[in-house]
């Protein structure tokens, strides 16, 4: 079990203020890593901090704006000063807007491909350069099971999805050198802040798990032991792959009809 130990690891997980990057970083709390976690709004991190803090891990909190290239630059600066090193960056921060392709303005396609994308890549970049000094690294990229389907009412959100697939290969091939592995954790369907409305539709809900092999959709520990698997020493030889956590709905399976 060694290899799954993370203790006297130092991760820094993106988007902390709810949903999937709380679960992502207390996973990697409780297999030994202290934890940087971020939001746009620091204080909004206080009592996920005190949690974490309550497992017995050092946390620091502090403000990140993906989309501001200054604001990513400062953020990873304080993590580094105040823990000495980033050995694992969970690059979690996204957001979406849901509208049929045909109504999705300029300023959409911006919001979601900026931070998607445009955020990943230039806070894996601003991690990297640390990562190189020490000759050791561990991103995980956080996707979706859009990065390899698509889905009506999501062209921005799969665009930057399938981009932060081909991104997540392309820093493989250019950091492996440096002892730097970067893979992406992509979810299927899990019920988030931004998608809870749909799962407030029995119907819709219904439809869905008659997709997915596994017939539900995900729970947010579902994520914590290939987060855990990704951060740590038992994927030392994994890099550039994207690990579809999704129930099996990338398979396209569908419930089949006999005639």
Same mark, same amino acid.
């Given at each position: 079990?060694?290899?799954?130990?993370?203790?006297?690891?130092?991760?820094?997980?993106?988007?902390?203020?709810?949903?999937?990057?709380?679960?992502?970083?207390?996973?990697?709390?409780?297999?030994?890593?202290?934890?940087?976690?971020?939001?746009?709004?620091?204080?909004?991190?206080?009592?996920?901090?005190?949690?974490?803090?309550?497992?017995?891990?050092?946390?620091?909190?502090?403000?990140?704006?993906?989309?501001?290239?200054?604001?990513?630059?400062?953020?990873?600066?304080?993590?580094?000063?105040?823990?000495?090193?980033?050995?694992?960056?969970?690059?979690?921060? !996204?957001?979406? $807007?849901?509208?049929? *392709?045909?109504?999705?303005?300029?300023? /959409?396609? &911006?919001? #979601?491909?900026?931070? @998607?994308?445009?955020?990943?890549?230039?806070?894996?970049?601003?991690?990297?350069?640390?990562?190189?000094?020490n000759?050791?690294?561990?991103?995980?990229?956080?996707?979706?099971?859009?990065?390899?389907?698509g889905?009506?009412?999501?062209?921005?959100?799969?665009?930057?999805?399938?981009?932060?697939?081909?991104?997540?290969?392309?820093?493989?091939?250019?950091?492996?050198?440096? !002892?730097?592995? $970067?893979?992406?954790? *992509?979810?299927?369907?899990?019920?988030? /802040?931004? &998608?809870? #409305?749909?799962?407030? @539709?029995?119907e819709?809900?219904?439809?869905?798990?008659?997709?997915?092999?596994?017939?539900?959709?995900?729970?947010?520990?579902?994520?914590?032991?290939?987060?855990?698997?990704?951060?740590?020493?038992?994927?030392?030889?994994?890099?550039?792959?994207?690990?579809?956590?999704?129930?099996?709905?990338?398979?396209?399976?569908?419930?089949?009809?006999?005639?």
């Open positions: 079990m060694q290899f799954f130990d993370l203790t006297g690891r130092v991760a820094l997980v993106t988007g902390t203020s709810r949903g999937l990057g709380q679960y992502l970083a207390r996973a990697l709390a409780l297999a030994g890593a202290d934890i940087a976690m971020t939001s746009r709004n620091a204080d909004s991190l206080a009592p996920f901090q005190r949690e974490i803090e309550a497992l017995g891990r050092r946390t620091f909190a502090t403000a990140l704006d993906v989309r501001d290239h200054g604001s990513i630059q400062e953020a990873v600066a304080q993590v580094e000063a105040a823990f000495g090193k980033i050995d694992i960056l969970v690059n979690n921060a !996204g957001c979406n $807007v849901r509208k049929p *392709a045909i109504e999705v303005t300029w300023e /959409d396609w &911006n919001l #979601v491909v900026d931070t @998607n994308l445009r955020g990943t890549f230039f806070t894996a970049q601003a991690v990297a350069s640390s990562m190189i000094r000759g050791y690294g561990r991103i995980i990229n956080i996707g979706s099971v859009t990065c390899v389907a889905y009506a009412g999501l062209a921005p959100y799969g665009a930057s999805r399938g981009g932060v697939k081909q991104l997540t290969m392309s820093l493989a091939d250019d950091w492996g050198k440096h !002892g730097i592995t $970067v893979n992406c954790l *992509a979810p299927g369907w899990f019920r988030t /802040d931004q &998608n809870k #409305v749909l799962y407030e @539709n029995a819709w809900l219904a439809y869905l798990c008659d997709r997915i092999p596994l017939k539900r959709p995900g729970a947010p520990n579902d994520l914590d032991a290939p987060v855990i698997f990704l951060a740590s020493e038992a994927s030392r030889y994994v890099t550039g792959q994207t690990l579809l956590v999704d129930g099996g709905i990338s398979t396209g399976a569908t419930k089949a009809t006999l005639s």
